[in-house]
């Protein structure tokens, strides 16, 4: 299939074809003009040669546009190619296969969108530079580098941001710190009454437009005058209080009337530099009627020191150690040196005021504990009505046992300090831990000294009388006594021996039966007839007597046993109520037949 004829070509060819219609309708005319043949070669040799000449001048032209459209697309691509470098872009690609025209049009609008790249680069450079540089100034920072005459990159640009954002948000930060310390420094100046004296103080209060710079110099500077005003005016309001307690004590002392002391307060106002300067002229009043009454205000601080060294636990021997205490000569050094033993001991008192909170807990524990020892010896409290003496016994274990911990929790906070101070802490003139171990040691001293003297006691009341030669009675002097004796006598006397024997108190020994001995001083004539009295009357109740037997007796015991067992076991009360009846049975029976 024979290709399409291009249309170039069909106007090419029907150019040749009117060329050659114009020279046949010249020849034409030629002839019919009558040109000779040789002049009208000479005019066709003029046409041909107008005719080449136009045509190479047109041929010309266009070799000359396509030179200058190849120079241009090689200019353009030089520029380009540098352009893009300076962008840190990537080479152009030239697309292969178009013709120059289109090439040079392509590179046309590359360059024109990267010269318009570079300008935005440029002009968004300059705007960052300049905040960079002004919140740099700002701050007292260094400027984000970029080589002047350079075109930055993307990448140098978002870094630029960046910087720019970092710088600012620094700056907000520091202006909100730089707010906080001025309305800090403004706020103690009219609370201490103190007035600028720096530059940088001015310049930091100060209302002008002209802003502070906030360089980290400069805000350090203001913390530390910040916290310089802060420790002024903590000093400002130690010394405050101090003239107020020297005040408060002066008007104790005094016995000030509390109207005046309320009336003196209330006048008392303005900053605290001010109140200080009311305080030390109220304080130097004060001084001066203090002078004209000495020996009051000693007696008030002799009552105070009296205090103190009641709460410091001081012996008589550390009291007298301040001789001036005992000086009557009442002048102002006298006063300052009693001042100065209230304060020693003040200080003595609240730096070990734990422990000495700790000594007074366990004395009054102490006390508690003695309290519940000197009861277990009552005989009365055998009566056990209600549970007393499980109670009671409860309750000596639990103190015996806190009493136990508080010593030994004393015993190392004051070894601890004993330590760290490199001397022994002295109760009452002596070593609080000596003191301790004497009071247990003394305890149980007396503890034994009672036992020897109750076992002693009970031997005594223990040893049988001698019989008389001729007398035959068994026993008189227990066979008198149980005469008329009751179960409950026996069992009372019973229950006192057992809970003895069992630890549960430590109490005499309560013996079953009383004898009643005769006196060694009565005369050996007397003693006959008393004799042959007694051995009548155990005579005549033998019967009664013999009816109490050793069983019952023991039958007594084993209740006695039981109802002490009842203290811990509840369920045994109404057996033994039941045993009880049926002893009172027996009683009464032997009543009657007695």
């Known amino acids: 299939m024979p290709s399409t004829p291009r249309k170039s070509e069909v106007l090419a060819s029907s150019l040749v074809s009117s060329v050659n219609h114009a020279l046949g309708k010249l020849l034409d005319i030629w002839h019919q003009i009558g040109i000779k043949e040789e002049m009208q070669l000479e005019r066709m040799q003029a046409v041909k040669l107008h005719i080449e000449n136009l045509l190479n001048e047109m041929i010309t032209e266009e070799c000359q546009l396509k030179e200058r459209i190849e120079s241009s697309i090689e200019r353009r691509k030089k520029e380009l190619m540098s352009l893009r470098n300076e962008l840190s872009l990537d080479p152009y690609l030239v697309e292969e296969g178009i013709s120059i025209l289109q090439m040079e049009k392509d590179l046309r609008l590359a360059l024109d969108a990267t010269l318009k790249e570079k300008n935005e680069r440029l002009e968004e450079l300059k705007q960052l530079q300049q905040q960079d540089e002004k919140l740099c100034a700002e701050l007292f920072t260094t400027p984000y580098y970029i080589p002047t005459g350079s075109i930055p990159s993307r990448l140098q640009l978002e870094e630029l941001k960046e910087h720019v954002r970092m710088r600012s948000d620094e700056k907000k930060r520091r202006l909100e710190v730089f707010l906080k310390l001025r309305n800090e420094i403004r706020q103690y100046n009219e609370e201490i009454g103190h007035t600028p004296d720096s530059t940088l103080e001015k310049e930091a209060l100060s209302d002008d437009e002209e802003p502070f710079c906030l360089t980290n110099k400069n805000i350090e500077a203001l913390q530390t005058l910040v916290n310089k005003l802060q420790l002024k005016k903590g000093s400002v309001i130690s010394t405050r209080e101090a003239l107020k307690e020297k005040v408060r004590l002066l008007w104790n002392r005094l016995r000030w009337p509390v109207e005046k002391q309320e009336q003196c307060k209330m006048s008392i106002k303005g900053s605290i530099t001010q109140e200080v300067t009311m305080w030390e002229e109220e304080l130097l009043r004060l001084e001066e009627l203090k002078k004209e009454n000495l020996k009051g205000v000693i007696g008030k601080v002799r009552q105070e020191l009296d205090l103190y060294w009641e709460k410091c636990l001081y012996s008589?021997?550390?009291?007298?150690?301040?001789?001036?205490?005992?000086?009557?000569?009442?002048?102002?050094?006298?006063?300052?040196?009693?001042?100065?033993?209230?304060?020693?001991?003040?200080?003595?008192?609240?730096?070990?005021?734990?422990?000495?909170?700790?000594?007074?807990?366990?004395?009054?524990?102490?006390?508690?504990?003695?309290?519940?020892?000197?009861?277990?010896?009552?005989?009365?409290?055998?009566?056990?009505?209600?549970g007393t003496l499980l109670k009671e016994e409860r309750e000596r274990s639990k103190i015996h046992k806190l009493l136990t911990k508080l010593g030994e929790d004393l015993k190392r906070s004051i070894e601890s300090w004993e330590k760290e101070q490199g001397c022994n802490f002295l109760i009452k003139g002596q070593r609080f831990l000596d003191y301790m171990a004497n009071q247990w040691e003394q305890h149980k001293l007396k503890k034994e000294q009672e036992r020897l003297t109750k076992k002693e006691d009970s031997a005594v009341l223990k040893t049988p009388m001698k019989r008389h030669a001729g007398s035959t009675t068994q026993t008189p002097l227990k066979t008198r006594k149980l005469h008329g004796i009751t179960n409950l006598t026996v069992l009372r006397a019973a229950s006192c021996i057992s809970l003895?024997?069992?630890?549960?108190?430590?109490?005499?020994?309560?013996?079953?039966?009383?004898?009643?001995?005769?006196?060694?001083?009565?005369?050996?004539?007397?003693?006959?007839?008393?004799?042959?009295?007694?051995?009548?009357?155990?005579?005549?109740?033998?019967?009664?007597?013999?009816?109490?037997?050793?069983?019952?007796?023991?039958?007594?015991?084993?209740?006695?046993?039981?109802?002490?067992?009842?203290?811990?076991?509840?369920?045994?009360?109404?057996?033994?109520?039941?045993?009880?009846?049926?002893?009172?049975?027996?009683?009464?029976?032997?009543?009657?037949?007695?």
Request: aromatic share 8%.
């Open 316 to 386: 008589t021997e550390q009291k007298s150690a301040f001789h001036p205490y005992y000086d009557d000569n009442f002048t102002e050094d006298l006063l300052n040196q009693h001042d100065e033993e209230v304060m020693k001991m003040k200080l003595l008192y609240e730096k070990n005021k734990a422990l000495y909170d700790s000594i007074a807990k366990w004395e009054a524990t102490w006390k508690q504990f003695m309290e519940l020892e000197k009861k277990s010896t009552n005989p009365n409290r055998l009566v056990n009505r209600g």
């Open 500 to 594: 003895t024997s069992t630890g549960t108190a430590a109490v005499a020994r309560t013996p079953i039966l009383v004898c009643k001995t005769q006196s060694k001083s009565t005369p050996p004539e007397s003693r006959q007839p008393a004799r042959l009295q007694e051995g009548k009357e155990n005579q005549q109740t033998s019967k009664s007597i013999n009816q109490f037997s050793y069983l019952d007796f023991t039958e007594y015991m084993v209740l006695v046993t039981i109802s002490q067992m009842v203290l811990l076991h509840p369920q045994l009360q109404s057996w033994t109520k039941v045993q009880v009846r049926k002893i009172q049975g027996k009683d009464q029976k032997r009543t009657l037949t007695g």
